[in-house]
């Protein structure tokens, strides 16, 4: 019985031919998954151009079709009718050169990293310069043209506020001198 078994399988099939064997007319092309990875990942850059703010969105160049569609999107609030819309944006971005658009889009998203970095970079400062008592020498060392002053008078007027549980107002005037420092 285990013979009849195994005889069969090594015996070729029609339906066995047909699907190892490519036609010599049909070309290779992308498998039904990798189109459908490509389409998602067109609908997510849709779905990323809905969320952008409107100066954004007027400084790419888009076609006027989909320029239209992104904006019903955003008017558009019932869930399904949302859906929709998303797979439609989809749509219309398979059929144009999309790589434009990726780009600056990445180019704003490595933009707002840099500010974001610089922002924690001068929030650091602040920090050091109210909690550690040489900070300041420092700042002044890789800032000549700091004032010294003026950055001594904020630090211990941050110290007071903080003593006395006021608002932070040095603190904020601190953050805006070294922001003013680092754009120089």
Known sequence: MLRLELSRLDRPTMQNEMIDEPGEDEEEGPSKSARKR?????????EALIELPQTDLDALSLPEVLFDAVMLARRITAHGGLYRQKQYIGKLMRK????????????????????????RQIENWRNRLVS???ALNEL?????????????????????????????????ELFAAVQKLEAQ
Not at 140 to 167: C, F, M, N
């Open 96 to 119: 144009i050169d999309a790589e434009p658009i990726r780009v600056a889009m990445q180019a704003r998203q490595t933009q707002s990293r840099a500010q974001a970095v610089k922002f």
């Open 38 to 46: 490509h389409s998602h990942d067109l609908q997510g850059l849709g």
């Open 132 to 134: 550690e008592p040489d």
């Open 140 to 172: 002044v060392a890789k800032y000549p043209a700091a004032d010294r002053e003026l950055l001594q008078r904020l630090i211990e007027q941050s110290h007071w506020e903080t003593q006395h549980g006021r608002p932070p107002k040095a603190s904020r």
